[in-house]
Nanobody
């Protein structure tokens, strides 16, 4: 059974930090790029960050660059998103996904998705 399970979301004040995790099972993890997206109610799914299969290359949306850090541990089949200096506009459900090919910036480039973990940032 293919599963991507996010955890680590919650309620935090503006300026605070959270660390999200994405645990993979039932699929090949170590040879695929992985990404984080977020989606707020009534809005389209938005790219947040991605990491190459090796972890050597990372990609960020301009809105999170310098505040968020993506990483992965292939031995644990887990990806992480360290989120610092959180802002109210970061409030959304955060989803992890496995990239299948092409650009990492668009949802169409991913084949497996998690259910999401809610991040709420209060002002």
């Amino acid at each position: 059974q293919v599963q991507l399970v996010e955890s680590g979301g919650g309620l935090v004040q503006a300026g605070g930090s959270l660390r999200l995790s994405c645990a993979a099972s039932g699929l090949v993890f170590s040879t695929y790029a992985m990404g984080w997206f977020r989606q707020a109610p009534g809005k389209e799914r938005e790219f947040v960050a991605a990491v190459s299969w090796s972890g050597d290359s990372t990609f960020y949306a301009d809105s999170v660059k310098g505040r968020f850090t993506i990483s992965r541990d292939n031995a644990k089949k887990t990806m992480y998103l360290q989120m610092n200096s959180l802002k109210p506009e970061d409030t959304a459900s955060y989803l992890c996904a496995r990239s299948r090919s092409g650009s990492v910036y668009y949802p169409a480039g991913y084949d497996y998705w998690g259910q999401g973990t809610q991040v709420t940032v209060s002002s």
